[in-house]
C-alpha cells in the first residue's frame, strides 16, 4: 500500500517545479557571475590606480636624487631645469611636476610633487629630500668640544 502512495504522490506533483527551480538557479548563476565580473572590473582600476602611484613615487625618488645629489650649487638651476621623464609622461595620464626648494632651521630640503588625471579623488605624490642640513649653534658647541671618557681626569 505504501508503494502505490508513492507513486500517487510522484504523479500528482506539479509538473511545472523542475523548470521553475531551473529559472531560480540560471537567475542566481546570473546574479552571481554579475557581481564578479563588476568586481573584476573595479579591481582592475585599482591596479591601474596603484600601478600609477607607485611610478609617481619612484620618478619623484629620482628627480629628487637628481636634483640633490651635485650638492647646493646650482640647485635653483636644477630645480627650474627639472622635467619629467619621457616613461612617466607616457605612463601617467596628464602627468605634471611641482618642485619646491625648502629652507628652515634644520637644513635645505626638496619637495617634488606629481599630479595626474585619474577617474575620481585626485592623487598627489609627495615626496621630501635632504639637499643639506645645518646643525644649531647649540649641536655645534657640544660637538666640537672634544669628549673625554666618563670617569678620567
Do not use: C
Not at 509538473?15 to 552571481?32: D, F, K, P, S, Y
Not at 585599482?46 to 640647485?75: M, N, S, W
Not at 611636476?97 to 629652507?103: G, K, V
Amino acid at each position: 500500500m505504501q508503494r502505490s502512495e508513492n507513486r500517487y504522490y510522484l504523479r500528482k506533483r506539479p509538473r511545472g517545479l523542475m523548470q521553475l527551480e531551473i529559472v531560480v538557479a540560471a537567475t542566481l548563476l546570473g546574479v552571481v557571475i554579475a557581481g564578479i565580473a563588476t568586481l573584476n572590473y573595479r579591481l582592475l582600476g585599482v591596479a591601474k590606480d596603484t600601478r600609477h602611484y607607485q611610478f609617481a613615487i619612484h620618478e619623484a625618488a629620482y628627480q629628487i636624487e637628481l636634483l640633490t645629489a651635485p650638492g647646493l650649487e646650482g640647485l635653483d638651476d636644477r630645480i627650474d631645469e627639472a622635467r619629467l621623464s619621457e616613461d612617466a609622461l607616457q605612463s601617467l595620464p596628464g602627468g605634471v611636476m611641482e618642485i619646491q626648494r625648502i629652507e628652515d632651521s634644520t637644513g635645505t630640503k626638496v619637495l617634488v610633487r606629481i599630479r595626474w588625471e585619474r577617474i575620481g579623488a585626485p592623487v598627489v605624490v609627495e615626496l621630501y629630500g635632504w639637499a643639506s642640513t645645518r646643525r644649531t649653534s647649540a649641536q655645534e658647541s657640544t660637538n666640537s668640544e672634544p669628549s673625554s671618557p666618563e670617569g678620567s681626569p
